[in-house]
């Protein structure tokens, strides 16, 4: 066993689909920083709002003011130069550090795709992937490799296919495979796409389009793999996230799956691909091809093994961790996030916050449009942990204002796909008295129905 | 191994294949025809919204007539007639307050039309002065209906009033300002009515796009929002103290005139009720809305009836407000406890709206266009 895995630690590949994936990585992730800044979400998301809502442990993580913007500028430039393969370490160091702060100043705005690139992007800083078609390896011809070991271009491959498989067993539940929710919200709301618009009204096509996914995100890791099915599975690739682009607000996120999903072709392929860049920019390509195997250094292998191996450990485990959590998952969102739980389910809330006097009895209600943007009055009106950090936010704020024994109540309803609004948080609960943890949250009132399945 | 995946590559080409590639036999066999929201927005446009403006249109001109009359020859009948007309007239805009869209949202019609409470000492310091501009936008808290409420209902009885705009102490500038106030009113509508009349109309109905600046996202936003910030805060939750804990009685609408506020709430909740059934403005029967829209998402779904849950509250609704006196005013100084009721009332349907039916329609209640997962 340890003589197998000893051996597959010391195969080599060649380093041409780690350098199309840098390159094409770089690429999207300035277009993605790019599209952000002229969206002019830079400044509704991070600099208008006048609270964040933290990660648990990641408090001091907040905004810059004006200087956000620098920070998208480090990151964007950064991803350029992770493209370019210059002073790549550095680059992707910068990144990934850019990228996470980013992410982590507000959780209004997470989603899976941005966690998926924090990782991913860690991952890299792992990797070899400026030995070959990189500027750092064109002016130091001593860091040109033509193989790498594979278990470098297969980290990727693992890594992508867990976001997918992990993404098609959150589907395998009742309310997506046998409630088609929350698709039938969804879908016929794109009536007005053309020649797709009538068919998104079809109740079979609801059901159709969540069996499909669910089988999609299942096996396209395996028939990705599989060198027979892989044209095809590309395809479906292609297919599944153009058609999820056009369905669905989902902006870059389709198009770096699709590119992500070149790694596992054959290096003809991306040898083809660098061919085709070296014409169009005159590069010349052959320098890179030294036939060199690259191979890392004992100490070095010492400290990155270990770390890509619990790297991978905590993606594989990290998932399942809703299960220590009483309740229904959808409904307490414990153990939600972080999980490739994608477009699972439609969820939406209504929270009235109620400030009172504990000795007076006198209680006034808080008009949320004072405090937060409508995106994060619409995030917080249905997740937990963002109530509670709301809740005492607001204590805190109208301490300030000379108000005494505080206590705060919410009067909050919530709808999971489809079923009738029902109240979420215990009305009677003084917020106040709790303090947020990963511990379960018991002021979370019942579902009263059930989801079967993972 | 391998007939495994060639069977589940057939599945799921066939699968792909079918939710692509089957335009041909669109609309033959299908268990459920497609909701034309342009069609909703038509009908929207053309039977109620129109209509409410031409209505309440003429009806700004009749005020404005009948404040001429008044402020030309200063009696006891032209008060009269103009304090009648002045009833009639916002009772009518509470058919059109919901629509602030396009035109209306632009010139902030409903903020300058009926801003309430209005600012008494203000309004006496500017017809002091004889000096003020209705068009700046600080100047809401002096005009519209609710100035015309402390003008012609705030300043006494009706030999009080007739007198301060006779022979009272700046009794010229009293008239020139109720004038300008009046003149106003009908002015705004006449530009919000024009533009419906004109290119809006078509911008309206014909941006069908499901993305979040289409007109049902945008219109929808905007109904729900005047369900909860205008009628259950404004007219009921404010006044009873709902949010504050102490019943603020000046805050009722139509605080000066007193008994009209009953009617003012009752018209709103009513108009905004036969909007949602999608009936006519003038009657004319009922068509596409969001009734109906819900029961045709409702058709595909097992669980609540949304409609009917929603149908009944508006019912709960108005039968709550059979124990209100129509004076709101001195309903929350006697009896606040069924002001309130009103308001829990109320806020049952705020949730279903808000909530449920945004959620049916799969209408994100915000204008942020991020990304989604």
């Known amino acids: ?104 100043m507000d959780k209004t705005t997470y989603l899976n795709h941005y966690y998926f690139i924090s990782i991913l992007s860690f991952l890299m800083i792992f990797l070899p992937a400026n030995r070959y078609f990189s500027v750092d390896a064109a002016r130091k011809p001593e860091l040109r490799f033509q193989y790498i070991p594979r278990w470098c271009v297969d980290s990727i491959k693992l890594l992508l296919g867990i976001v997918y498989f992990y993404a098609g067993l959150a589907k395998i539940n009742s309310d997506w495979l046998f409630r088609a929710m929350p698709l039938k919200i969804w879908l016929p709301s794109k009536y007005d796409l053309p020649f797709l618009g009538d068919l998104m009204q079809q109740e079979w096509v609801h059901y159709a389009f969540s069996w499909s996914g669910m089988l ?58 660098l061919a085709f860049i070296s014409r169009i920019f005159r590069i010349g390509m052959a320098k890179f091809d030294t036939g060199r195997k690259y191979i890392f250094s004992a100490t070095r292998r010492q400290i990155i093994l270990p770390v890509i ?7 594989l485990l990290f998932p399942w961790r809703y299960l220590l959590y009483p309740g229904e998952l959808f409904w307490t969102e414990e153990g939600f996030r972080f999980s490739w739980r994608v477009m699972l389910m439609e969820k939406a809330g209504y929270a009235q916050f109620k400030i ?16 937060l943007t409508p995106f994060q009055e619409k995030q917080m009106a249905f997740q937990p942990d963002f109530i509670l950090q709301y809740a005492h936010f607001l204590a805190e704020h109208f301490r300030k204002d000379g108000h005494e024994n505080i206590e705060v109540y919410v009067e909050n309803y919530v709808a999971l796909n489809g079923r009738k609004s029902r109240p979420y948080i215990d009305p009677e609960v003084n917020l106040l008295n709790f303090a947020d943890s990963f511990k379960h949250k018991t002021f979370i009132l019942p579902f009263e129905d059930e989801i079967k399945g993972l | 191994m391998k007939r495994i995946s060639g069977i589940l590559m057939i599945m799921l080409l066939s699968i792909t294949a079918c939710s692509t590639d089957d335009s041909g036999n669109g609309s033959g066999g299908t268990d459920t025809d497609a909701f034309d929201r342009g069609a909703m927005l038509a009908h929207w446009a053309d039977n109620i919204i129109v209509p409410a403006f031409e209505a309440f249109e003429v009806s700004s001109q009749s005020l404005e007539n009948a404040t001429t009359a008044f402020v030309n020859d200063p009696s006891a009948t032209t008060l009269s007639a103009l304090r009648n007309q002045y009833r009639d007239s916002y009772v009518q805009f509470q058919t059109v307050s919901m629509f602030e869209i396009g035109k209306a949202e632009e010139i902030g019609f409903r903020r300058f039309l009926n801003t309430y409470p209005t600012n008494a000492s203000a309004i006496e310091s500017r017809v002091e002065s004889g000096s003020y501009n209705l068009e700046l936008s600080s100047s809401y808290v002096e005009q519209g209906f609710p100035a015309m409420d402390y003008l012609l209902y705030g300043l006494g009885n009706s030999e009080e009033t007739l007198q301060k705009f006779t022979s009272g102490e700046n009794a010229e500038n009293y008239r020139n300002y109720l004038l300008d106030v009046a003149e106003r009113i009908n002015s705004l509508t006449a530009e919000v009515a024009t533009a419906w009349q004109g290119d809006y109309r078509d911008q309206f109905v014909q941006n069908t796009s499901s993305s979040a600046t289409g007109s049902v996202d945008r219109f929808s936003n905007d109904y729900v929002m ?51 059934l999608g009936r006519g403005f003038n009657g004319s029967g009922t068509g596409p809305s969001y009734k109906q829209y819900l029961e045709y998402l409702d058709s595909m779904k097992d669980g609540a009836d949304l409609n009917a849950l929603i149908q009944n509250q508006f019912d709960a609704i108005e039968d709550q407000s059979a124990q209100l006196d129509g004076n709101f005013k001195s309903q929350v100084q006697t009896n606040n406890t069924a002001m309130l009721a009103a308001f829990d009332e109320l806020q049952k349907a705020v949730v279903l709206l808000k909530v449920d039916m945004m959620q049916a329609l799969s209408i994100s209640v915000d204008y942020v266009d991020s990304d989604g997962d």
């Open chain 1, 1 to 104: 066993m340890s003589f197998s895995i000893q051996h597959y630690l010391n195969k080599n590949t060649e380093a041409a689909p780690l350098a199309v994936f840098r390159l094409f990585f770089g690429i999207m992730m300035f277009a993605s920083i790019l599209r952000f800044w002229l969206n002019g979400w830079i400044e509704k998301l991070y600099i208008a709002p006048k609270f964040f809502f933290s990660y648990y442990g990641f408090e001091w993580v907040k905004p810059l003011g004006n200087y956000t913007y620098l920070l998208f500028l480090v990151c964007g430039i950064s991803a350029l130069l992770v493209a370019a393969g210059y002073k790549y370490r550095l680059a992707i160091i910068t990144f990934f550090l850019s990228f996470t702060y980013i992410e982590l």
């Open chain 1, 216 to 273: 999609y995100d299942l096996f396209i890791p395996f028939l990705l793999l599989w060198k027979r099915t892989r044209l095809f599975a590309f395809l479906m690739v292609i297919v599944f996230h153009v058609l999820t682009r056009v369905l669905f607000p989902i902006g870059m996120f389709p198009y770096i799956m699709i590119v992500s999903a070149l790694i596992f072709f054959d290096p003809s392929v991306h040898r083809r691909i």
């Open chain 1, 309 to 315: 191996s619990v790297f991978f450990l905590v993606q």
């Open chain 1, 356 to 371: 009172v006097d504990g000795k007076t009895g006198r209680r006034f209600y808080v008009d949320n449009s004072d405090f």
């Open chain 2, 226 to 276: 005047y369900f909860e910030k205008f009628l259950r805060s404004g007219k009921i939750g404010y006044p009873a103290g709902a949010f504050t804990g102490t019943p603020s009685p000046e805050n009722a609408e139509a605080v000066y005139a007193g008994d009209l506020s009953k009617e003012l709430y009752l018209t709103a909740l009513e108009a905004f009720q036969d909007f949602y």
